[in-house]
């Protein structure tokens, strides 16, 4: 099974989005947590299955959240370069890749 790695700016993007759901509703920030954990199994298990989105990276949206989790496969690694909030910024994770 292929190993996840991520950028490093994505731990900063996965709290403050808990800490708004939490702020907003108790235990939706959890909701969110869950849901991303279930989004790196799939992706996991099924790399290809999502269509490809920008410079060969792949995106997986969230069912219940307005997020994406932004990857692609390199060998026998998916690296997540961001989780990326559906209506802000849509590019600005290109400025991560080389």
Do not use: C
């Amino acid at each position: 099974m292929p190993k996840l790695i991520f950028h490093p700016d994505v731990s900063s993007e996965i709290k403050a989005s808990y800490k708004w759901y939490q702020v907003k509703v108790n235990g939706l920030g959890e909701n969110f947590i869950n849901e991303l954990e279930s989004a790196y199994q799939a992706i996991v298990e099924f790399p290809k299955t999502w269509p490809k989105f920008q410079k060969g990276f792949r995106r997986f949206m969230l069912s219940r959240f307005p997020f994406s989790v932004i990857y692609r496969k390199e060998n026998n690694q998916i690296y997540i370069v961001a989780v990326m909030h559906n209506s802000r910024r849509p590019d600005y994770w290109l400025n991560r890749i080389s």
